[in-house]
């Protein structure tokens, strides 16, 4: 059973930071292909905000790259530092991975419940 858990989330002032933290677990040995980050405000569509590859390779969102840089740093671990956060940055952000299973020939993609990030004076 594959887990990926978000955590970091909460309230923060405008122009305060956060760090999303993202765990992945599985009961048993995995590798991972890539994690993404991706952020869902209510009635909207999820949106794209970082990729890191396995092998620390990362990419982000143009409309947040100034202030967003994904990192990871074990290999079942992987993080989103948040900086200069916005009131419109108020929304649930979710950790994807794709991962193999030691056990299976093929990867797959996996979701956290995500975490909400509230950005409110």
């Known amino acids: 059973q594959v887990h990926l858990l978000e955590s970091g989330g909460g309230l923060v002032q405008p122009g305060g930071s956060l760090r999303l933290s993202c765990t992945a677990s599985?009961?048993?040995?995995?590798?991972?292909?890539?994690w993404a980050w991706y952020r869902q405000a209510p009635g909207k569509e999820r949106e794209w905000v970082a990729r890191?590859?396995?092998?620390?390779?990362t990419d982000v969102s143009g409309q947040v790259r100034d202030r967003f840089t994904g990192s990871n740093d074990d290999s079942n671990q992987v993080y989103l530092p948040l900086d200069g956060l916005k009131p419109e940055d108020t929304v649930v952000y979710y950790c994807s991975g794709r991962l193999r299973l030691v056990s299976e020939l093929y990867s797959k993609h996996y979701w956290g419940k995500g975490t909400l990030v509230i950005v409110s004076s």
């Open positions: 599985a009961g048993s040995l995995f590798s991972m292909n890539w």
């Open positions: 890191i590859t396995a092998g620390g390779v």
